[in-house]
Structures are given as C-alpha cells and as structure tokens.
C-alpha cells in the first residue's frame, strides 16, 4: 500500500512539473542544465543564464521595463517641446532649431517697403524671414534710410551731427555778406520758397518775388537750408517763407492754416557773426494776423 502511494505522488510531481513546463513560464528562475560534449546552448541576454538547446523554453518575459528611475526615485522628466520663442526650450544646447531661424535673428539683405536696403528679420509666430528690417538713416547720402519719411538731417536721429551742423556764413567782402536761412516747418509734398524785397545802399529796390538763389533741394521733407549773398547795408531786406501747401510761416492767426500765435515752424537767419536779428511786420493794412519777417540792415 505504501508503495503505492509513494508511485502516486511521484507521479503528480513530474506531471506537475510537466504542465510548467508546457506553459513556457515559471516562477522559479531555471535551474542551469548539465551540457555533454556536442550540446547545443542558447544564451539569455536578459538573464545571462544558459540553456541547452532541449529545454523547453527560458523564462517568461514580464513585459516592457518601467520607465527609468531618476535620482530621487520619480521617473525621469520628459523635455520640453521646442516652440518659436528664443529659448532652448528642450535643453539640447539650440534654441527654435526645429524651425527656420531662430527668433530675432538677421538675415539677408533685403529691399525694404520704401524701396531702401535692409536686412530680414526672423519674426514669430513661426520663426521665418517676415520682415525686412530697414537700415539705420545716413545723414548724407539723400535717402530716406530708415523708412520714416525724412531724409538726412531732416531726420531727427541726425539732430546735432557735424554732418548736420549748418555752414558759417561767409564774412563781408567787397561782394557782399552771405545770408543764410534755416527753415523748420510741417512735411507737404512740393517745394518751399523764400518770397522777399529789399532796398540796395544806393536806394533802389528790388521787387517783391521769389529769390531765385534760395532752393529747397529735398522737396516735401519740411525744411528750407540756402544762403545767398546781399549787397552790405540793405536795409530794409523784407521776406516770408511759402509751404508747398499754400501756408506760409507768419500766419499767427488761430485757422487751421495758422500757428495761432505763433509762425508755422521754425526760422533762423544767420550772418557772417552770428544770428540776424528777425522782426514780424504787418503785411495788410487791416493789421491782421498775417507778418512778414524784416531785417532792418544787412551787416
């Protein structure tokens, strides 16, 4: 009787043993088997455990491993996506490199919206050559660099530059003295003009018209800068400075044409010492707000 049972419980070990071994998995690691000469063996990467070419399968496989660890026990960080915004946004050492240019960056030279040089810009939101960046203005080349409608030392980034600074008078010869008018006012296409009489140290006089020496040579840029000679001791020299639109600079009245109390712009009148002294007198015999700039003696 004991036999028997001892044959019965060999029997349910090895089928036991069988049905693990048909379902290719086990939770036991497997035992190393004992190879003979001229076995075959196959090696588990994973494990590093050998097995003859007979057994019937290395152990199961758990599945993907989990995500690594970082040090402090979490899963590592995944890196941030790359946006067009200047940055290195992933941390790779580049900043926007999955896109064009990386933001803010220049370019090429390019022709800008005034017909003037410049160079692209790289512009959001998609980090592409969008703009084309215009140079900053020269004070002496008569273009409008910079696109913002005045050219050279009518800009106002060209204020106070030697380029800028207007030439002295010449001083009294036996030709007569250099006058020279500098003239500030509001932008209008077209040119402006000096309109004047004076009377010559002999007592003739010349007639009221526009003084022919006196040309605007940037029109429509609001500013008038000639010089021209008269004779020494004319006196009167009476003058007024047209707009290209029909105003002129003593119009103190308060229209809309006028400076309401003031010349519409801007004037200095320099000689061969310095600042001519420039008085407003009435040009209508109503005495209305309307003058004419007078410089009682040419030095």
Do not use: K
Not at 13 to 18: D, E, K, M
Not at 247 to 262: E, K, M, N, Y
């Amino acid at each position: 009787m004991r036999r028997a049972i001892f044959v019965l419980c060999m029997f349910a070990v090895w089928f036991l043993t069988f049905l693990a071994a048909m379902s290719g998995c086990g939770n036991a690691p497997p035992e190393e088997t004992t190879m003979r000469p001229g076995d075959d063996r196959s090696d588990d990467p994973a494990t590093g455990v050998s097995y003859a070419a007979s057994d019937p399968s290395p152990p199961c496989d758990d599945g993907p491993p989990e995500d690594t660890p970082s040090e402090d026990g979490g899963a590592a960080p995944v890196p941030a996506a790359e946006e067009c915004n200047g940055v290195d946004d992933d941390g790779d050492g580049q900043v926007d490199e999955i896109f064009l240019c990386p933001l803010g960056s220049i370019g090429n030279i390019c022709i800008t919206s005034c017909n003037t040089a410049g160079n692209l810009i790289c512009t959001a939101p998609l980090c592409s050559w969008g703009f084309c960046e215009p140079f900053p203005e020269d004070c002496a080349n008569t273009i409008d660099d910079d696109c913002n409608g005045f050219v050279d030392c009518a800009d106002p980034v060209c204020g106070g530059l030697p380029v800028c600074a207007p030439s002295p008078p010449d001083p009294p010869g036996a030709d007569g003295t250099t006058v020279q008018f500098v003239y500030t006012g509001p932008v209008a296409p077209g040119t402006i003009h000096l309109d004047a009489w004076w009377q010559l140290p002999n007592g003739t006089s010349q007639s009221w018209g526009t003084v022919a020496e006196c040309v605007d040579v940037q029109a429509g840029d609001g500013a008038l800068n000639c010089a021209f000679v008269l004779p020494s001791g004319t006196s009167p020299f009476e003058f007024q400075i047209v707009l290209p639109d029909g105003r002129f600079w003593g119009d103190l009245s308060c229209s809309p044409q006028g400076g309401c109390g003031a010349t519409v712009g801007t004037l200095s009148v320099n000689g061969p010492n310095g600042n001519l002294a420039v008085s407003l007198v009435a040009n209508n015999p109503n005495n209305q707000p309307y003058f004419n700039g007078q410089i009682a003696v040419i030095p």
